[in-house]
């Protein structure tokens, strides 16, 4: 097709081939202007109903203006040398794909961490208009000389059905699959960054694209495939039952990136990460506040709750205002509170205390108290496993709610479940100190 026009596109030269059609570089004559044509399978050019559907989808797509997203200009249907076709008219994005980028090996980790948070902004931007990528992959992420990411192909795995590929195409001998968007029981994406949803056919949302943008920077960091087999039966047979060799990340990726990641790959859809808006600001902090190289330390992924996020908000109140307290007396004069953002991991099994107060923090910012399911736990603020504390698990005392320290951080307080009263314990061995009755209102009891 090299040198023949499409209407007012003149093609200039061939840029490439995926599983939904060829690409070509080509000169708008009437805009001056190059593009990226993308040409569709044979069967659009010949029926009407199809062209139809797919002009009404790609007016959805054209309607995504975002700097990390290749606009979509336009649909063609003309004709070459005789022969009909349809075309995708797209914004051409000059620079390496981030698949030629990655053969190099593992992108350093800043760097990828920067095209990451690019590349999720993207995915969210077209989440918050309802457009599902559903074959987000490095080969769809162009990078160019200004270190500018580029999300391309959005939409077009629901656009182009299997049926519209031809006789020829194979749903197996591709790394690229595709079928109608609502054909269950048929996968659709690319087997490597497809979430264990979409691998079994079964109906996709957005989380499937967190999924792949997890597969991708894993692939990033790594220099290697979180799933790779030799064929697509065994790679999607990984993508269902194994997990990514989490000791390949490099030493110097950030926790909370590496919790991140496994919040990207969990299998199961329901807790895996919801909206990669958040992912976003995972980015900004990890690249705010980068951390010195360190051993890659990876735990088994943790369950966490909402009140997760309210343990947060508490412990870093407390730590701040403890911190702004001292500042204040030795300079006698008025300090901004320092910020300080941790997380709080659970063991496996165990949730915060989804009422009353889960949290509280000593009287000298050093340490954490909490209440989880089934026991309650502390945890230095210079350390990273937390302390259970002996006795709260038992039928005498299950765990407990409103935990807090006393006036001088040398006991306990709390009310326990079974017989609705206040406890005070020693903080080291759990050990009983005395009781304030039963159904005591905790807002007036003071313990002595």
């Known amino acids: 097709m090299v040198g023949e026009s499409l209407g007012s596109y003149r093609i200039v030269g061939k840029l ?5 059609g060829e690409v070509y570089r080509a000169r708008d004559t009437r805009l001056n202007r190059d593009v990226a044509i993308k040409i569709l399978p044979p069967l659009f050019a010949s029926d009407p109903d199809r062209l139809a559907r797919f002009e009404r989808e790609a007016q959805t797509l054209a309607a995504l203006n975002h700097p990390n997203i290749a606009s979509i200009h336009g649909v063609v249907d003309a004709s070459a040398g005789g022969t009909p076709y349809g075309a995708l008219v797209m914004e051409l994005v000059e620079g390496e794909d981030l698949s030629q980028r990655i053969a190099r090996g593992p992108i350093p980790c800043r760097d990828a961490l920067e095209m990451a948070r690019q590349i ?24 160019r000389d200004d270190a500018t990411v580029k999300v391309l192909d959005f939409g077009l795995a629901k656009l182009v059905s299997l049926d519209d590929l031809g006789p020829s195409a194979s749903l197996m001998n591709s790394p690229t699959i595709t079928s109608p968007a609502t054909a269950h029981g048929v996968v659709l994406g690319t087997a490597a960054y497809m979430a264990p949803e979409q691998a079994r056919g079964k109906p996709v949302d957005k989380r499937a694209d967190v999924w792949a943008f997890g597969a991708v920077l894993y692939e990033m960091l790594t220099g290697r495939r979180a799933f790779a087999g030799d064929d697509v039966s065994e790679t999607i047979a990984f993508v269902l039952t194994r997990e990514p060799d989490w000791s390949a990340l490099p030493s110097d990726t950030p926790p909370i990136v590496r919790r991140l990641l496994r919040r990207c790959l969990e299998k199961e859809r329901r807790r895996r990460l919801a909206d990669l808006s958040d992912a976003r600001l995972d980015f900004e902090e990890a690249m705010a506040h980068p951390q010195a190289p360190g051993p890659a330390v990876d735990r088994p992924a943790l369950h966490r709750t909402r009140w997760m996020g309210v343990a947060f908000l508490v412990a870093t109140a407390g730590f701040a205002a403890a911190a702004g307290a001292m500042a204040s007396r030795s300079l006698n004069v008025p300090a901004p509170p320092p910020v300080t953002r941790f997380f709080l991991e659970l063991p496996d099994g165990r949730d915060f205390r989804t009422i009353g107060r889960a949290l509280a923090v000593s009287p000298d910012g050093s340490e954490l108290l909490y209440s989880t399911s089934t026991m309650l736990f502390r945890r ?26 006393s006036p001088d ?9 079974k017989d609705l009263s206040i406890r ?3 903080p080291g061995s759990g050990r009983r100190l005395g009781q304030a009755g039963r159904r005591a209102d905790v807002r007036r009891v003071e313990l002595g």
Not at 399 to 405: A, C, D, E, K, M
Not at 409 to 417: D, E, F, I, K, S
């Open 16 to 20: 490439g081939q995926g599983g939904m």
């Open 120 to 143: 999720a902004d993207a995915v969210a931007a077209a989440h918050d208009q309802g457009v599902v990528h559903r074959d987000l992959k490095p080969g769809n992420i162009k990078v």
């Open 380 to 405: 230095r603020l210079d350390t990273l496993q937390p302390t259970a504390i002996p006795g709260t698990g038992t039928s005498e005392l299950p765990s407990g709610l409103h935990p807090v320290y």
């Open 409 to 417: 951080g040398q006991w306990l307080a709390v009310w326990g479940l």
């Open 424 to 426: 005070k314990i020693d």
